[in-house]
């Protein structure tokens, strides 16, 4: 897997390590507390990527889990997935886009261990490449066999690829190509939506005027549907 800038250098992927928040209450006032006497210490090195382990929480309504992201987001703490052993988890993970973690795989049944030991042999091969830095004019970032993540600001001319999804958590401004390899079922989601250029397998759409309002520098989120592309507002409520 390489990452390669335009007439500049070639960056290699190393293996990124996700720290986990066990969260063990559902009290924001609480939560806030302790993030503020955390002071400035994740703001200051910029975005850092979390997953939530929410598994000490039996069912999904007792989390407002819009509220949480939003929260640890204000302190410079990304919420990228969810972790829980309860499969139902994951339709609530999908509903806020983000990632999901079974962590039943953790401690599973003998007779699973094969079907376990085949997840994680997949898992293995679909490689997720996280940049936390701005790209910039001219510059080219590839996910190859894998999704692409990007917590900073992409400029008009900055072109992202991916062969999975990509995430944009920032101002996006240039060209994102998910699916470069014909997976029709990726997905691009942008927190602010300012893109010249989006595609998915190959099906593309350029920008010469912004969108509507409720689409434009907004959070949205890309898909195919019949052949063509969908954009469609991120609902948080």
């Given at each position: 897997?390489?990452?390669?800038?335009?007439?500049?250098?070639?960056?290699?992927?190393t293996?990124?390590?996700?720290?986990?928040?066990?969260?063990?209450t559902s009290?924001?006032?609480?939560?806030?507390?302790?993030?503020v006497?955390?002071?400035?210490?994740?703001?200051e090195s910029g975005v850092?990527p979390?997953?939530?382990?929410v598994?000490e929480?039996?069912?999904?309504?007792?989390?407002?889990?819009?509220?949480l992201?939003?929260?640890?987001?204000?302190?410079?703490?990304?919420?990228?997935?969810?972790?829980?052993?309860?499969?139902?988890?994951?339709?609530v993970?999908?509903k806020?886009?983000?990632?999901?973690?079974?962590?039943?795989?953790?401690?599973?049944?003998?007779?699973?261990?094969?079907?376990?030991?085949?997840?994680?042999?997949?898992?293995?091969?679909?490689k997720?490449?996280?940049?936390?830095?701005?790209?910039?004019?001219?510059?080219?970032?590839?996910a190859?066999?894998?999704?692409?993540?990007?917590?900073?600001?992409?400029?008009?001319?900055?072109e992202?690829?991916?062969d999975?999804?990509?995430?944009?958590?920032?101002?996006?401004?240039g060209?994102?190509l998910?699916?470069?390899?014909?997976?029709?079922?990726?997905?691009i989601?942008?927190?602010?939506?300012q893109?010249e250029?989006?595609?998915?397998?190959?099906?593309y759409?350029?920008?010469?005027?912004d969108l509507?309002?409720h689409?434009?520098?907004?959070?949205?989120?890309?898909?195919l549907?019949?052949?063509?592309l969908?954009?469609s507002?991120?609902?948080?409520?």
């Open positions: 897997m390489v990452l390669s800038m335009i007439n500049a250098f070639d960056i290699k992927s293996k990124i390590d996700v720290l986990s928040i066990c969260l063990h009290d924001l006032l609480d939560l806030e507390n302790v993030l006497k955390l002071g400035k210490k994740f703001q850092v979390f997953m939530l382990d598994q929480f039996d069912y999904p309504e007792s989390l407002d889990l819009a509220a992201v939003s929260l640890f987001s204000r302190h410079g703490m990304q919420i990228l997935g969810l972790k829980h052993p309860d499969e139902r988890w994951a339709a993970a999908a806020y886009h983000l990632l999901f973690c079974s962590s039943h795989l953790e401690n599973i049944r003998e007779q699973d261990q094969i079907e376990v030991q085949e997840t994680a042999d997949e898992l293995k091969t679909r997720t490449v996280l940049v936390t830095t701005s790209v910039r004019t001219g510059q080219q970032v590839y190859e066999d894998g999704d692409l993540i990007v917590t900073g600001a992409v400029s008009q001319g900055a992202l690829i991916a999975g999804n990509i995430h944009i958590y920032a101002p996006m401004r060209r994102a998910a699916g470069a390899k014909g997976d029709t079922s990726a997905r989601f942008i927190h602010s939506m893109a250029l989006v595609s998915i397998a190959g099906i759409r350029n920008f010469e005027q509507p309002d689409l434009h520098k907004q959070p949205v989120q890309i898909l549907q019949d052949n063509r969908v954009i507002a991120i609902d948080s409520e």
